[in-house]
């Protein structure tokens, strides 16, 4: 555009300059060589501007004709450079969609057309198709190739920090990170990964650096960065407390002010404070996060707050939580725990029970337990809440990638990633809870397994029936199929048979004998079962039952 705007100046400063000649007639006289010449201005204007013209245009041919060979051949390789980069662009997209075989080609063909040396991502192209491929020897060779470029030596050190990562090398990972942060403290894969390094270590300032460097690059939200940052300085601050606390109270106080609803950064700055025996300043601090988010620790530390204070004196302090978090489950708890110690047990009862109406888990019923030991010391209610705390959801816990920990970290131990505790109830374990609802549908959906029937489990049933114990109401009795005979095994198989589900079988006649293939007893047997199994009907009149007792061999029938 700016081009035509030049020429269309030009040509309207030539059309001025002629219009402007035209209205000033004149004559023009060149003596040469004896000769004059004479012709008007228009004239002379018009020659000059021809020959002007006629000596660019000559030049202009002149130069083409001798640039003609570089032309040409820069033609041609402008051609080949394009189709290597469109060869280039189908294997890159080839090896995205994860094509090893066209990726492989094309990879061949670009290298064929375009320099490697001036074109880096032809090496990229080969390493991707050889991880395609499975050979990860050559795709590691290509990355270490790719460290000798200062163009390309953060992406060889993302490949190699990627195939550590693929091996499960954590230690080869985070060096190749930290030359990487080295660098360019913006990557953020490779920053955080030197961040985790660091603080597994405890070198907590160095990683403080890093996450400075990381917020001063403007790659990360600042919200983000005071968040690890205020981790950091917190572990900071539990690390050095006891060897250096004036550094420790400045790390906590820093971290507490970064996030002030952080419950570990204002656990630290509250002990910081504590042992300097700043008790207001620590409550400040604990009840701000209480009123946030109510944590065991919070209020354990803040009811402990003075030494020398008494139970009762706790007891007010948990009560003044209460206040502040009411129809809380933790604020309850709380104050539970206080009236224990205070041995009023009453209050620990009620508020016990508050806490399980609000939120019902393990813990409360433990507390429970404990409270129904001191106070009576009946062992079959202990019993109950304790059975009540094994079927009740387990209290929230630092928990990190499935590891539960009684205390806060700053990484997790099992990645190594920053800020992984979080406070939450633990995953409960897969299975049925066992509850009165769950016996009965489970006693009417899964068959009992009986124990096999012995000679001395009859042995001991028919005592039982001899001495004349009370029949229960519904009996239920588990015969098997076959009588264990000597040397024979008893059926696996039995037949559960009760007093609801089939009546008592008629009796036979008198002297009717039994049948014939009925096989005879052993003795140990047969005076095992000299009483029904079932209930007798009731009395019949003008029935005698000694007339009409069945023969013992006959009356004892195998289910």
């Known amino acids: 555009m700016i081009r035509i705007l030049f020429y269309l100046f030009v040509v309207l400063a030539l059309g001025l300059g002629f219009a402007w000649l035209a209205d000033r007639p004149g004559d023009m006289v060149v003596t040469f060589s004896g000769y004059r010449y004479q012709v008007s201005l228009m004239v002379a204007a018009v020659g000059v501007v021809a020959v002007v013209a006629a000596t660019m245009i000559a030049w202009w041919l002149v130069r083409s004709i001798w640039n003609s060979p570089y032309a040409i051949a820069r033609h041609f390789r402008v051609r080949r450079r394009d189709r290597g980069y469109q060869a280039l662009s189908t294997g890159m997209i080839a090896a995205g969609a994860g094509d090893a075989a066209l990726a492989r080609k094309k990879g061949k063909e670009a290298g064929k057309l375009i320099n490697a040396d001036q074109e880096p991502l032809i090496h990229l192209l080969e390493a991707q198709t050889a991880l395609l491929e499975g050979d990860h020897d050559a795709a590691r060779r290509k990355f270490e190739a790719m460290l000798d470029d200062p163009e390309t030596r953060l992406l060889g050190l993302r490949g190699l920090y990627l195939e550590a990562e693929r091996l499960g090398d954590r230690n080869a990972a985070r060096h190749y990170a930290g030359r990487a942060a080295a660098v360019a403290p913006q990557l953020g894969w490779a920053t955080e990964s030197t961040i985790e390094e660091l603080a597994a270590r405890c070198q907590w300032d160095g990683a403080l650096e890093l996450v400075a460097a990381q917020k001063s690059t403007k790659r990360i939200e600042p919200a983000v960065a005071n968040r690890q940052r205020a981790v950091l300085l917190t572990a900071k601050a539990a690390d050095v407390m006891d060897t250096d606390p004036a550094a420790a109270k400045a790390a906590a106080l820093e971290a507490n002010k970064l996030q002030p609803e952080f419950v570990p950064a204002a656990l630290a700055a509250a002990k910081v404070l504590l042992r300097n025996d700043d008790v207001r300043k620590a409550s400040k601090i604990l009840e701000h996060v209480w009123r946030a988010a109510p944590h065991p620790e919070v209020a354990d530390l803040y009811v402990h707050a003075r030494s020398g204070d008494a139970v009762l004196d706790r007891l007010k302090r948990a009560r003044k939580l209460q206040d502040m978090k ?234």
């Open 326 to 559: 009411k129809n809380h489950a933790e604020a309850s708890l709380a104050v539970a725990r206080a009236a224990f110690d205070a041995n009023d047990y009453r209050s620990a009862r009620a508020e016990a029970e508050a806490a399980i109406r609000l939120d019902a888990r393990e813990g409360a019923y433990l507390l429970l337990a404990d409270i129904e030991e001191a106070e009576t010391g009946d062992e079959g209610k202990v019993r109950q809440w304790l059975a009540k705390a094994v079927r009740a959801p387990r209290d929230p816990a630092w928990v990190a990638d499935g590891v539960v920990a009684e205390h806060w970290a700053p990484v997790s131990p099992v990645t190594g990633r920053l800020d992984a505790f979080e406070w939450r109830a633990p995953v409960e374990r897969l299975g049925h809870l066992i509850d009165s609802g769950a016996d009965e549908e489970a006693g009417r959906s899964v068959p009992a397994i009986p124990a096999p029937a012995t000679e001395e489990r009859l042995g001991e049933v028919a005592e039982v029936i001899e001495a004349g114990a009370p029949a229960p109401e519904k009996p239920v009795v588990e015969v098997p199929e076959k009588t264990d005979l000597p040397g024979k095994p008893v059926s696996e198989k039995p037949i559960v048979v009760t007093e609801a589900a089939k009546p008592a079988p008629p009796r036979p006649e008198p002297g009717k004998k039994a049948e014939a293939d009925k096989p005879p007893l052993p003795p140990d047997v047969e005076s095992a079962h000299r009483q029904d199994f079932m209930p007798r009907l009731p009395d019949d009149p003008g029935v005698d039952p000694d007339e009409d007792r069945e023969p013992e061999t006959a009356r004892f029938k195998l289910f």
